[in-house]
């Protein structure tokens, strides 16, 4: 098991895919008993960038995103699911990956900030020093 603890509510900096990224746990409303979803974004993306990209979204790149975290979190056998309906079985607002392999109950937010640089790479070693 890795040495990463994610807190509900509190943001994580993390090195994801080779991008800095942002990743929150929340739990998940209503939804206490079922497989966690994972809701991967670019952070610069506005409102209407979103409703026009919804359902065009680069999803092996954002799944590339899934697997790095999971594997640096949970290191745990996982299968990933892409569901245009992942966050509202009603309508499409709310794409992202369903989970199969860990634990129940918690939605996980991963936002892309950035391509790390070797400037990027050099702060954040001194943030955890």
């Not at 952070?43 to 590339?64: C, F, G, K, Q, W």
């Not at 794409?95 to 936002?111: M, R």
């Given at each position: 098991?890795?040495?990463?603890?994610?807190?509900?509510?509190?943001?994580?900096?993390?090195i994801l895919n080779g991008?800095?990224?942002?990743?929150?746990?929340?739990?998940?409303?209503?939804?206490?008993?079922?497989?966690?979803?994972?809701?991967?974004?670019?952070?610069?993306?506005?409102?209407?960038?979103?409703?026009?990209?919804?359902?065009?979204?680069?999803?092996?790149?954002?799944?590339?995103?899934?697997?790095?975290?999971?594997?640096?979190?949970?290191?745990?056998?996982?299968?990933?699911?892409?569901?245009?309906?992942?966050?509202?079985?009603?309508?499409?607002?709310?794409?992202?990956?369903?989970?199969?392999?860990?634990?129940?109950?918690?939605?996980?937010?991963?936002?892309?900030?950035?391509?790390?640089?070797?400037?990027?790479a050099i702060a954040s070693?001194?943030?955890?020093?």
């Amino acid at each position: 098991m890795s040495n990463i603890t994610l807190e509900l509510g509190v943001k994580t900096h993390m090195i994801l895919n080779g991008y800095n990224c942002v990743v929150t746990k929340r739990l998940s409303y209503s939804r206490k008993y079922t497989k966690s979803r994972f809701y991967v974004q670019p952070v610069n993306e506005t409102i209407m960038d979103n409703l026009i990209n919804r359902r065009n979204r680069p999803i092996s790149e954002y799944r590339a995103f899934a697997k790095d975290f999971i594997a640096q979190v949970f290191d745990v056998q996982h299968t990933l699911r892409w569901s245009q309906k992942a966050g509202c079985s009603m309508c499409p607002c709310s794409p992202g990956f369903i989970v199969d392999g860990i634990q129940y109950g918690y939605d996980y937010n991963i936002d892309i900030v950035s391509p790390v640089t070797f400037e990027s790479a050099i702060a954040s070693d001194l943030v955890s020093c």
